[in-house]
């Protein structure tokens, strides 16, 4: 067995030192794009006006462009009678001159005369017999712009590095440029490798898992302002390594691999490097958590960014090492992330000597935000992608108390409205929908009665969902029974559904994790009936349905209505009571009174009769 | 004459409730796209997840797979010796099972074998002679992430309507999704109306002006989330202007036109709405600055928006109506518009009756963020482009007093560092572009020296220049003395140039907008040479340069460096003194500091000496 320890662990500074003194980022170059798609890049020149703006003296009103000097002392008794000696509109190039008491009626944008210094607006103006009755005096300037006002000839406009934004390519256009200088996108060469990767799309088979990194680096490369390759799946072999590595520097300026960089037995990726150029391999581990088996090398001038197989362990050094090589690259600034102050919502003991990087989520709470962090572990993505932010801790950092304050580097403002735990239950699906049909954000955990309850009891989540049988329910909810209030109450019959003709005992029984409470009876009404048997849980009753439709000698525990609907065959198994209990201080919120409001509101109730067959109480 | 009034005036939120009355934006529709294709794309389906992630459960560390229950009381003396009876890696299928005292080799990601609950870490454990020694004890569930763990089949994941960021695509991947159905993006038909419009690229003739709108509207649509299809510019006529729109309704599901619509005598896009369809013209005329001449149709179900044609105008009114409009449309969230708190520069009178939206800048101030309004008009882009917010003023607000707190609504986080002012000079932009390329936001407003004393007294700017004939500087520099620090000095030797053999009387001579001191006393050496003479002034030596090129007959004032480098005749003018004060608050700052160290470095000086033989003192 040839198990590689990291040996030397440095620290993310110290890698992107390591890095910089190896090779600097560095553009591929300038292309010329016309400025219709220009919108968001970057600009690869210095702009310095070639002409003025505007590039003559214009009218900015309709009105009579008059000699300022005449209307001096005009008013509505004394008002100045000019002749009116010819009209210019916008475009036209006239070669009409004023005079003393003169003045030519004109555009707004049109050139003003030679001998005119004001316009007089149109409103202001009375016309008799081809003369202009002016009954206000207008200082000199006034209803005009003035050669170069805006831009002057040579005035330096935008700087290399620019991202171009509307405003600026429209100071573009006015200034007569078709196409732009802007820095060329980098292009970066991705892979993923693992023998248990498959396409996203294909069959999924046993022990395999779908490839998420190759989809989400690459969007992340897009947001780097690079352009991504996807080279695909490689298998943890320093054939196919080898080879995705020698395309990747054939058509890319750097390359993103991740997995294979483990200290598992067959991770492999980490000893081609150094055949293929040098300096080869330069960091190899890293002191973060997540992120240890991160490593860096160097091609032939191309930088390789080794990341994690784990997605969210990928991501968070994404963010923290490639993300700025990748910009400097591609000339984007840097992103400006927001910090905010939260306290942690729990004690937490960190690993000392490496430093932490903890997705956590934000809620509002009575002291500021609350900052929970998620536990998906590292290879939890859809954790990461319900995550507002990450809190770092320092290697020197053991323990952070429940409550203190710590600072939240802040990923975008997604922040949940409403957090709702407990069991399942088909009926939940319908009132949070029509929440989110209003623009509600909500945040959904259900992972069962225990967790339920502590993230009620700590103030985490307002809406609590409990599916228990009927009559059994008071145990639980008296633990936290001064925070909470019961605001409905729906009753479900459930009954055990299946194809065939009967239930024989050793059949296998599938059941959804629906809360303990329910769980335990529900096994204690199986030994009722069968004496032996198989059981096998899974989360929800979509997932029962996928199953009872693959294996037709199973029997479910599912609602009458699903199983009626599907046409099972079905014995009564036992009344269900799905409870609702939300935060009594969430309960006075907007957001409170509006799922009130919905939970209690005559559509919804009808949707749920007819849609499950549920009654109230 | 056929002026048109705007009759009655609706307020922008009217304007938008008319606009509802009529239409309720709609998406075009849905389409299917690669997960490589979709990021930033708004998701048209909700996504319920349908399988479970992970898949089934795995190791999340390298180790062996042990019963958590074997490894009880295991310790440094007491360890505990498992039979390794097998290996699993990552991918593997495997069919092994542990029974009591056994344990499997496992690699991260690699399913859990049958009767395993828990993986003991590879740095934990010695292996001797086919037995691994475990030296201390783990709990169930260690080591392992179980099968549904991060997310649970039927788990409900994204909303329609979410925008798919990288975590977001991640998830999709690790789902098993390869293409998912997003909303189309709405097609928004453009084009600008004026005779006095040209193409960028194209040559500017005498009275027109490049198109600004198209361009920088284009821009914007794409920010919206929407297609923008170009359709060019069109003269100030019914046909052409009838012949857009019927274009624009045939490709498109928008249509936004800009300029011919205000009361000029020429501006009738107004009268060809009713005739194409109802209900035609809904809105004819906002009552807000800038903005008035605002139009709003619809024909067949399509709306058409018409904006001003002055620029500044047109994106402000976009950013009030059209935005809204077209996210809604194409399922895009509302942009997040910050606000912060600023003190105001000027005492600002405003229109009773109508809303103004005043463009800002931002500096930092003693008392806070200083907001000084930008009064480029609404003609001006560049303006516009480097504004960093808008100050909103209510109809009912006349006056805001100097020094007012006002609220600004933020574009985005561009504000500058240095503020440059006063008379332009071939030096500063040396000095400015090294401060450029270090990071440092420079904005420059070379507006004369009134301007920049101005500025400067108001501590808008920070950095001011004076070019000024040797010997007469004190004149202008008291006023505000107290205030700034000189802190560098060049003199310049200034020639006349010319292509000719002589000056003689008659000749038109050429000044560059070099500040009044300047210029006057140019003019009077002018007078000393030649009794008959014209002037014409420019805003810079580069626009003098185009000039003389241009009409080799030209007198030139230049600097004896450039007159020299491109072989004019010359003789000697005078000699101009350069000077730069910093503000002295000013001075102290971390960008202060940057900027004196630049300007005394001799690095500074040998390019100044070698571009422009200027010399010190």
New interface residues.
């Given amino acids: 067995m040839s198990?590689v320890i990291f040996k030397k662990l440095v620290t993310v500074e110290e890698a992107i030192k390591i890095l910089h003194n190896y090779i600097k980022p560095r553009s591929p170059g300038i292309e010329e794009v016309k400025?219709?798609e220009?919108?968001?890049r970057i600009l690869g020149e210095n702009i310095?006006a070639r002409?003025?703006?505007?590039?003559?003296s214009?009218a900015?009103v309709?009105g009579y462009a008059v000699k300022a000097i005449d209307t001096s002392f005009a008013s509505e008794v004394n008002p100045v009678k000019l002749k009116v000696v010819g009209k210019v509109?916008?475009?036209?190039?006239?070669l009409l001159e004023i005079n003393e008491k003169e003045c030519i009626e004109i555009?707004?944008?049109?050139?003003i005369p030679k001998g005119a210094d004001a316009v007089v607006r149109?409103e202001d103006v009375l016309i008799e017999e081809g003369y202009a009755i002016v009954k206000n005096s207008v200082g000199k300037g006034s209803g005009l712009?003035t050669l170069?006002?805006?831009?002057?000839?040579?005035?330096?406009?935008m700087?290399e590095g620019d991202e171009?934004?509307?405003?600026?390519?429209?100071?573009?256009?006015?200034?007569?440029?078709?196409?732009v200088k802007v820095f060329l996108k980098p292009k970066i060469a991705i892979f993923s490798i693992?023998?248990?990767?498959t396409?996203?799309?294909?069959e999924?088979?046993?022990?395999?898992?779908?490839?998420?990194?190759?989809?989400?680096?690459?969007?992340?490369v897009?947001?780097s302002g690079c352009e991504?390759i996807?080279l695909g799946i490689k298998k943890?072999n320093l054939e196919e390594i080898r080879e995705g590595l020698i395309k990747g520097l054939e058509i890319a300026d750097a390359i993103i691999i991740s997995g294979g960089t483990?200290?598992?037995?067959?991770d492999l990726a980490y000893k081609v490097f150094d055949e293929l150029g040098s300096p080869g391999l330069i960091v190899h581990g890293i002191a973060a958590k997540p992120g240890k088996p991160t490593i860096i090398a160097v091609v032939n001038d191309v930088p390789i960014f080794g990341l994690p197989?784990?997605?969210v362990s990928a991501?968070i050094i994404y963010d923290l090492i490639v993300d700025p090589f990748l910009r400097q690259m591609a000339k984007k600034k840097p992103e400006?992330k927001k910090k905010i102050k939260a306290i942690l919502s729990i004690r937490y003991l960190s690993e000392r000597g490496r430093r932490e990087y903890l997705p956590v989520f934000l809620k509002r709470s009575e002291r500021g935000w609350m900052a929970i962090p998620i536990f998906?572990?590292?290879?939890?993505?859809?954790?990461?992608?319900s995550?507002d932010g990450i809190l770092e801790i320092p290697e020197n950092v053991e323990l952070i108390e429940k409550g203190e304050r710590v600072k939240i580097r802040l990923f975008?403002?997604k922040i949940s409205d409403i957090i709702a735990v407990g069991d399942?239950s088909p009926i939940s699906?319908v009132i949070?929908d029509r929440l989110?049909k209003i623009g509600v954000k909500v945040r959904?955990e259900?992972r069962g009665l225990e967790h339920g309850l502590t993230c009620m009891r700590d103030e985490i989540a307002d809406l609590l969902v409990t599916c228990i049988p009927k009559g059994k329910e008071v145990r639980y909810e008296t633990k936290i029974f001064h925070k909470i209030k019961k605001i409905r109450s729906f009753t479900m019959d459930m009954v055990w559904a299946f194809y065939g003709d009967e239930i024989s005992s050793g059949s296998t029984f599938i059941l959804p994790?629906i809360g303990s409470g329910l769980r335990n009876y529900a096994e204690d009404k199986i030994k009722s009936m069968v004496k032996d048997f198989d059981l096998i849980e899974?989360?929800?009753?979509?997932?029962v349905m996928?199953l009872i439709q693959k294996r037709r000698s199973l029997i479910a525990l599912l609602p009458l209505c699903i199983a009626t609907k599907h046409d099972f065959n079905f014995i009564d198994a036992f009344q269900a009571k799905v409870n609702y209990f939300i935060r009594k201080d969430f309960l006075v919120t907007k957001i409170g009174k509006r799922l009130t409001k919905i939970m209690e509101s005559e559509e919804t109730i009808q949707i749920l009769s007819s849609m499950l067959g549920i009654y109230m109480g």
């Fill in positions: 198990r400025i219709t220009a919108y968001g310095i002409i003025d703006l505007p590039p003559f214009r900015i309709d509109t916008a475009g036209e190039d006239s555009d707004t944008g049109a050139i149109v712009a170069g006002s805006d831009v002057y000839h040579g005035q330096f406009i700087s171009l934004t509307a405003e600026k390519i429209g100071v573009l256009a006015g200034l007569g440029y078709d196409k693992g023998n248990e990767l396409e996203p799309g294909l999924l088979k046993a022990s395999k898992i779908y490839d998420v990194n190759q989809y989400s680096i690459g969007a992340l897009k947001k991504p996807y943890d483990s200290t598992g037995s067959s197989g784990f997605p991501l400006v998906g572990g590292s290879g939890a993505i859809a954790s990461l992608s995550a975008s403002e399942l699906q949070l989110r959904e259900f994790k899974v989360w929800t009753y979509d997932a996928d």
